[in-house]
């Protein structure tokens, strides 16, 4: 059985607010519209007459609820994101490294380094919104802060923690071997999502990851 998207998730929670919340059925329509406008435009990108015209309501209707396009984001699309896909995006971070610790750091690497690729191009487009946008929100960067980097981050330190008392990793900071693994799981992603889309598919994701892990684990100086 196929996983569920990001927006089957997205959309199932603005269904479930129906029994939950003051929200007006043209509230949900127009939360509904902007989840799949913003996903597929981008924020700034569309404009609140077409979230009008997809929401099937006038594009006054918009504004007697929210201010301007930026409150439909901030007031209700990015909580509900944020709700859904703090728990959607660490449940599999949280399962890797849940897994029995005498695995290797490269296997536990490795796997978390395919799946974040993979959990990419399942939701391209909504994660798009969220890392988009949150370089021009503090509200949304605080928000991801808050709940998927500080517990995807804490479930790490315990990882490389364990690994270096038993003398796997060196004795170096956690905190500076987590920034460690982690940029070099954003150089992926962004060389692979936006830099050199295409010269990055000349090679398999494994190849791409396994020099990757190489340069990461034994570094790029040479050893003669």
């Known amino acids: 059985m196929n996983k569920p998207s990001l927006e089957e998730g997205l959309l199932q929670y603005v269904e479930e607010l129906k029994g939950e919340s003051e929200m007006t059925e043209k509230q949900r329509s127009i939360l509904r519209a902007a989840i799949q406008l913003f ?36 007031a209700v699309v990015a909580p509900v994101l944020v709700k859904v896909a703090a728990p959607f995006i660490l449940k599999d971070i949280r399962h890797i490294f849940e897994k ?11 796997e ?58 060196r004795p170096l900071p956690s905190e500076a071997v987590f920034r460690m693994v982690l940029s070099t799981m954003l150089g992926l992603v962004l060389f692979r999502q936006v830099l050199e889309p295409e010269e990055f598919r000349q090679h398999s994701d494994d190849e791409q990851i396994e020099l990757a892990l190489d340069m990461l684990l034994n570094g790029i100086g040479s050893k003669e």
């Open 39 to 74: 996903a597929e435009k981008g924020f700034h990108a569309s404009s609140t007459a077409e979230i009008a015209k997809a929401a099937g309501v006038a594009e006054g209707t918009i504004f007697r609820h929210y201010r301007s396009k930026k409150d439909i984001l901030l």
């Open 100 to 110: 029995e610790a005498q695995r290797p750091v490269a296997e536990i690497v490795r």
């Open 112 to 169: 978390l380094y395919h799946n974040r690729l993979e959990l990419i191009d399942a939701n391209e487009k909504h994660i798009r919104i969220l890392l988009q946008e949150a370089f021009f929100h503090p509200e949304i960067r605080e928000a991801l802060i808050s709940t998927v980097f500080r517990e995807a981050k804490g479930m790490a330190q315990k990882v490389i923690e364990a690994k270096i008392e038993s003398g796997e990793l």
